[in-house]
């Protein structure tokens, strides 16, 4: 996983009207301009059927790139917590399912906020392109060292019959922020490259 940081200084908060649920948004300090929204962890159990433990045992392990502290408040990055939200869509108790929809409901409000899908498209825009060109210049780099047809993964000459893949730690969906960022690619043998892929569409964990 990559490091990067987020710029606590421009946080703000954001919510559909005064009485309703409030997220965090927060830049982050990469060549996509982009920022990302959290939520307390205070206010996701409040506002969710998510107890106190479960929060606790999500946030305990995570990165900075889904959770941050600052000022002795602890954020957790939105959608990490639509995910942990999912399953209680789910619940056998009609209780904890209302209060799941209704949590989901509120997160899907502020996401609609019309400065938010503005910036959002903005910086749709610049992805792909920064993204492209971040891998050739990788790729140009590691031939020029010598390293064109070694696999960063194994440490290995790339097997015959494998194409040289440049791979995004994370996902270039799940944090596009990241995409022209230089920790976040590496190179890799097409066979270790769809190795690191398979698990794409498995449930949050």
């Given at each position: 996983?990559?490091?990067?940081?987020?710029l606590?200084?421009?946080?703000?908060?954001?919510?559909?009207?005064?009485q309703?649920?409030?997220?965090?948004?927060?830049?982050t300090?990469?060549?996509?301009?982009?920022?990302?929204?959290?939520?307390?962890?205070?206010?996701?159990?409040?506002?969710?059927?998510?107890?106190?433990?479960?929060?606790?045992?999500?946030?305990?392990?995570?990165p900075?790139?889904?959770?941050?502290?600052?000022?002795?408040?602890?954020?957790?990055?939105?959608?990490?917590?639509?995910?942990?939200?999912?399953?209680?869509?789910?619940?056998?108790?009609?209780?904890?399912?209302a209060?799941?929809?209704?949590?989901?409901?509120?997160?899907?409000?502020?996401n609609?906020m019309?400065?938010?899908?503005?910036?959002?498209?903005?910086?749709?825009?610049?992805v792909?392109?920064?993204?492209?060109?971040?891998?050739?210049?990788?790729?140009?780099?590691r031939i020029?060292?010598?390293?064109?047809?070694?696999?960063?993964?194994?440490?290995?000459?790339i097997?015959?019959?494998?194409?040289?893949?440049i791979?995004?730690?994370?996902?270039?969906?799940?944090?596009p922020?990241?995409?022209?960022?230089?920790?976040?690619?590496?190179?890799?043998?097409?066979?270790?490259?769809?190795?690191?892929?398979?698990?794409?569409?498995?449930?949050?964990?």
């Open positions: 996983m990559s490091e990067f940081k987020y606590l200084d421009t946080k703000k908060t954001l919510s559909v009207n005064e309703g649920l409030s997220v965090v948004q927060v830049y300090d990469t060549e996509i301009t982009n920022s990302q929204l959290f939520i307390n962890v205070n206010d996701l159990v409040e506002n969710s059927p998510l107890t106190r433990g479960e929060v606790n045992e999500h946030v305990a392990d995570k900075e790139e889904q959770v941050i502290t600052d000022g002795g408040q602890t954020l957790i990055r939105v959608s990490s917590a639509l995910k942990l939200n999912d399953p209680k869509l789910r619940d056998v108790d009609p209780n904890v399912c209060q799941a929809r209704q949590f989901e409901q509120d997160i899907d409000n502020i609609m019309p400065k938010l899908n503005e910036e959002r498209i903005i910086a749709s825009e610049t792909k392109t920064k993204s492209t060109k971040a891998k050739q210049d990788y790729k140009k780099q020029k060292q010598g390293l064109g047809n070694i696999c960063e993964k194994t440490n290995q000459p097997p015959q019959g494998d194409k040289l893949h791979h995004h730690d994370p996902r270039e969906a799940d944090f922020e990241l995409a022209a960022e230089q920790a976040s690619l590496s190179a890799n043998g097409s066979t270790v490259h769809n190795e690191g892929h398979k698990n794409d569409n498995e449930p949050f964990k």
